[in-house]
């Protein structure tokens, strides 16, 4: 969950830098000397606004500390965006020391001031425990404070907790509500979860049309999940027409983004040749990628591609390793499966071929 950023102020300056050295760093730009003599006197909003040039860079040379030291001037006499930014600050760590406690401090007074960020980000912190000791229903108390001005990321937690029962009575119902005002806003998380919703008969009235409608506009905001599911709409035809071709062209827009189940997906259809034409190297290829990461599934399909010399060289050694990786990383019958395979291709191996394939299962390591 992403916290509410930095405000930004509005107010336009010129672009220069600061001199450096002074106690109290003054902006060097005749149109900025008017502002930081009100700041100096005292003027909160002129030292929040400051304090904002100061932590973008923005008419002055770029400077956390200096950031902090203007918005905790402006916070100390009640600016409730000042005291946002200042939890922030605590927040993340950024020109001062990271604190948790201090953090909660500050979005504390902002959000007792109505504030919604500071709402939202306190919401967090209760969510997650971090300078508070964890509260889901204070978190919800929070969301729903922030939610009802209109907050469209905490419209999106409150439809969390309500889908869960974290903090509140589970209520599917009311999840929706929420996802849905989230949604209307553009959040695509919430337009996913809507669509889910739909699809699942979760406090909504079961409508696949509805599903692949809230999907597809994440989707086209480049949210990889739902791109995934919408993949997976067209895959099964539910709502929609059933289209291989469009499943793998949203399959491909998210596994372009590093998605190992996407990569994954559009792998399969390669090796089915479903929405493409069938192309064994382009299924290594995808494979490959997701199996690099980790992905348990895509090392099985990987090694049996290697096994079998399905658009790579076969090779026993590399077929051996992948299966053997994939083994240890999965469970259950899928692990004992996994197992059977790479045991059985044991039979075809000399024992200097399975000791390297084990040498390289025990040093590979996931890429990031």
């Known amino acids: 969950m992403v916290r509410t950023a930095l405000i930004l102020a509005m107010s336009a300056f010129c672009i220069i ?48 500390a200096e950031a902090a030291r203007w918005c905790r001037k402006a916070a100390e006499q009640g600016n409730a965006l000042a005291q ?24 504390r007074k902002a959000a007792e001031q109505g504030n919604a960020g500071a709402q939202a980000n306190l919401g967090l912190m209760y969510l997650n425990g971090q300078g508070v000791a964890q509260d889901y229903a204070e978190a919800a108390r929070r969301f729903r404070k922030a939610a009802e001005q209109g907050d469209a990321q905490s419209q999106f937690n409150l439809g969390l907790m309500y889908s869960k029962g974290k903090g509140v009575t589970q209520d599917y119902a009311e999840a929706a509500r929420w996802y849905r005002k989230a949604a209307e806003q553009g959040y695509a998380q919430a337009q996913i979860n809507l669509g889910l919703s739909y699809a699942h008969g979760r406090g909504v009235t079961q409508d696949n049309a509805e599903a692949a409608r809230w999907c597809r506009k994440a989707a086209e905001q480049g ?15 539910e709502g929609v027409t059933q289209d291989y071709a469009e499943a793998v062209r949203w399959y ?16 399969s259809e390669y090796r089915r040749g479903e929405g493409v034409t069938q ?18 599934e895509s090392q099985f399909n990987l090694g049996i591609m290697y096994e079998f010399g399905r658009g790579v060289t076969q090779d026993y050694v590399q077929a051996h390793m992948w299966l053997n990786l994939a083994a240890s990383r999965s469970v259950g019958d ?26 390289l299962a025990r040093e590979w390591k996931p890429k990031k």
Request: charged share 30%; glycine share 8%.
């Open 17 to 64: 830098t600061s001199s450096c050295g002074q106690a109290t760093k003054a902006p060097a730009s005749d149109a900025l000397k008017p502002l930081f003599e009100r700041a100096k006197k005292g003027d909160a909003e002129a030292q929040f606004k400051l304090g904002v040039m100061y932590d973008n860079g923005q008419g002055v040379r770029q400077d956390r």
């Open 84 to 107: 946002l930014n200042l939890g922030f600050m605590y927040d993340k760590g950024q020109g001062v020391a990271r604190d948790d406690a201090e953090a909660v401090r500050w979005y």
């Open 223 to 237: 949210n990889a999940g739902a791109q995934i599911h919408l993949g997976i709409i067209y895959a099964k035809g």
């Open 252 to 267: 491909r827009k998210a596994a372009e983004q590093g998605d190992v189940s996407a990569q994954y997906l559009l792998a």
């Open 279 to 296: 192309d064994y190297a382009e299924a290594v290829r995808w494979y490959r990628k997701a199996a690099e990461q980790g992905d348990a």
């Open 334 to 359: 899928r692990r004992k499966n996994y197992a059977e395979a790479r045991d059985r291709l044991e039979e075809q191996m000399t024992s200097e071929q399975i000791a390297e394939a084990q040498r």
